[in-house]
């Protein structure tokens, strides 16, 4: 019973903080979108997508069970590759191709948001499958 309250307030506190970052993430990086320019706080707009994500997660991985577990390590297995693979195609999209001009703080940025979306994500797809 505590588990599924502590899932709850974790569920509100989540969707609260993900629909506060997301609509501050669009509002901060619209104009620099519409001039087609590297958008300054992209990861604001990629916190809170998280945390929209980890609020509908909550009810499946905050109670500490075998389908938890299980959701986490092949979350974090399959996140393994993607992470390599973003490495793979920025590295070519910045470098040998070169059709993308983008600093070493932008290319950090991108794998941050990336990792920090995708690891819910598959959360998501892996707690629909199991």
């Known amino acids: 019973m505590t588990s599924n ?20 993430g669009i509002y901060l ?12 706080a992209i990861m604001l707009l990629a916190l809170g997508i998280n945390q929209l994500l980890l609020g509908y997660l909550s009810p499946h991985i905050f109670p500490k069970d075998e389908r938890a577990k299980e959701i986490i390590g092949k ?9 390599f693979a973003s490495i793979l195609v920025l590295f070519l999209a910045t470098g040998s191709f070169g059709f993308l001009t983008l600093d070493a703080t932008e290319v950090l940025i991108l794998l941050f948001c990336i990792m920090i979306i995708t690891i819910p994500g598959t959360m998501v797809i892996y707690s629909k499958i199991i």
């Open 5 to 24: 309250k502590k899932s709850k307030e974790y569920r509100i506190i989540y969707i609260c903080s993900g629909f506060l970052l997301t609509i501050l």
């Open 29 to 40: 990086n619209y104009e620099d979108i519409v001039k087609g320019e590297f958008p300054d």
């Open 75 to 83: 979350s974090m297995t399959i996140n393994y590759f993607v992470l």
